[in-house]
């Protein structure tokens, strides 16, 4: 996507477990006032690999963007996502966010993350970060001491994650699409 003065692009990627799967975006915001939310999700087992490739350049001032990426990985799934944010020299006053997460269902689930900054002008904000980690012991326990058996505890916790995402979704029927399509994915993916 090429984005000119005051242009606003919003994506949400959905990947639900294709054997190999490859997101290339790259995104150039090109003129004053523009702006770029890229959000995303994965869910992927078995040994299936998720690769997400981002790349937003900020080529003008007073712009924005702002992504996040989930993924969501069981039994010996891979998700790789790398994340650059480039400011150009001349781009003053810009205003970028990038976040990865990350939740793992299985010990043998692996994610590699990079999130990157490249910074070549001197009065901006931008922020990034990734998270990896698992269900807590003590949050599913809760769940349990109120009579919800294990399983729909780690459901209801993987979808309350997911939904930061689909929640960003302003058209209803896309929206109540990705929950079906996660919620059908999630069968017999926790255990």
Known sequence: AILDKDAHFEMCSLN???KLSRNNI?????GEGAHATVNGIYKTN???QSDTYSHIHHHAAHTTSAQLYKGILSDEAKGIFTGRVHVHKDSQLINSEQLNRILLLS?????HS???LEIFADDVKCSHGSTTGQIEEEA??????????RTDAMELMVRGFANEVVDKVENQDMKKYIQNSLIQKMEGMIQ
């Open 107 to 111: 010990p043998k689930a692996h994610s």
């Open 46 to 48: 078995e040994q299936r």
């Open 140 to 149: 599913l326990f809760y769940l349990q001491s109120r009579g919800i058996k």
């Open 26 to 30: 790259d995104i150039s915001i090109a």
């Open 114 to 116: 990079q999130p990157q």
């Open 16 to 18: 639900l477990g294709a």
